[in-house]
């Protein structure tokens, strides 16, 4: 079982920053990828941000390019999500989300960490 603990929300003014961090622990054999997604209330899951965990490759949504860096710390096996400039259309429920091989002969599976509120209000 792996097990995702997700940190950093809050409320913040317009334009301010938060940071997000999520931590991975228990039967991780290989992280592949771990990445963020928001749900904002009445809306649809979307994707933030992935990174890939052995290259460091990103990829983000067109809405959070250029305010928003996804970055790893390996050792820990710990994903951060900096947002920077934020704006009130940010507020959601941020998750973590890992693709985690849990024995070497295991199938990649993805876990979902419980969700942390930002909201971006004055």
């Known amino acids: 079982q792996v097990q995702l603990v997700e940190s950093g929300g809050g409320l913040v003014q317009p334009g301010g920053s938060l940071r997000l961090s999520c931590a991975a622990s228990?039967?991780?054999?290989?992280?592949?990828?771990m990445a963020w997604y928001r749900q904002a209330p009445g809306k649809e899951r979307e994707f933030v941000a992935g990174?890939?965990?052995?290259?460091?490759?990103?990829n983000y949504a067109d809405s959070v390019k250029g305010r928003f860096t996804i970055s790893r710390d390996n050792a820990k096996n710990t994903v951060y999500l900096q947002m920077n400039s934020l704006k009130p259309e940010d507020t959601a429920v941020y998750f973590c989300?890992?693709?985690?091989?849990?024995?070497?002969?295991?199938?990649?599976?993805?876990?979902w960490g419980q969700g942390t509120q930002v909201t971006v209000s004055s």
């Open positions: 989300k890992a693709d985690v091989q849990t024995l070497p002969v295991s199938a990649v599976g993805g876990y």
């Open positions: 228990g039967s991780i054999f290989r992280i592949d990828r």
């Open positions: 990174i890939n965990w052995s290259i460091g490759s990103t």
